[in-house]
């Protein structure tokens, strides 16, 4: 659960360590030819929509494991 990873943090070091990795899954989408996105019952949370649109302006193709 989330707020188990995030519940000892405090605001600055939860907002820099948000950030890096943030900034992780974008150079990951970098280097990346595709991404598949693990979306349950259609969920998708705003990280993840953030991290669709940023790999749709590079070009990048968008899977699904269930269609939208």
Known sequence: ???EIWENMDEGT??????MLDDMHKR?????????VINVN?????????????????GKR?????NK
């Open 1 to 3: 659960m989330d707020s």
């Open 14 to 19: 939860l907002t820099k360590t948000k950030e």
């Open 28 to 36: 990951k989408i970098d280097m990346s030819d595709e991404i598949f």
């Open 42 to 58: 259609g969920y998708i949370g705003e990280s993840t929509k953030s991290e669709i649109e940023y790999a749709k302006s590079l």
């Open 62 to 66: 968008v899977n699904y494991l269930e």
